[in-house]
Nanobody, 126 residues
Framework: QVQLVESGGGLVQAGGSLRLSCAASGRTFSSYTMGWFRQAPGKEREFVAVSRWSGGSTYYADSVKGRFTISRDNAKNTVYLQMNSLKFEDTAVYYC???????????????????WGQGTQVTVSS
């Protein structure tokens, strides 16, 4: 069982930056593919970014590419999402998620993840 706790959300003006953190329990963090998703009011949860356990490769949704950066510190059991040049449309609840250990799929969809955090609100004012 993995427990995930997000932090770092808040209110920011358009063009500003925030860094989200997600701390995971357990001793095998390095074996989990970690993802960030978001859900705006009235919309479905959508993929934002992924950091795969194997080789640490990353991938981003087109909507955030070039503005957001996912990174991980396996020694601290933490994954981060650095969000720059924030836009009003980035407003959402952001969730981190963990796959099962050594997952080999693309990890672009929510159903590929087994563990979820409680979410942190990001509000971008225009």
């Amino acid at each position: 069982q993995v427990q995930l706790v997000e932090s770092g959300g808040g209110l920011v003006q358009a063009g500003g930056s925030l860094r989200l953190s997600c701390a995971a329990s357990g001793r095998t963090f390095s074996s989990y593919t970690m993802g960030w998703f978001r859900q705006a009011p009235g919309k479905e949860r959508e993929f934002v970014a992924v950091s795969r356990w194997s080789g640490g490769s990353t991938y981003y949704a087109d909507s955030v590419k070039g503005r957001f950066t996912i990174s991980r510190d396996n020694a601290k059991n933490t994954v981060y999402l650095q969000m720059n040049s924030l836009k009003f449309e980035d407003t959402a609840v952001y969730y981190c998620a963990a796959s099962r250990p050594y997952y080999s799929g693309s990890a672009y969809t929510a159903r590929e993840y087994d563990y979820w955090g409680q979410g942190t609100q990001v509000t971008v004012s225009s």
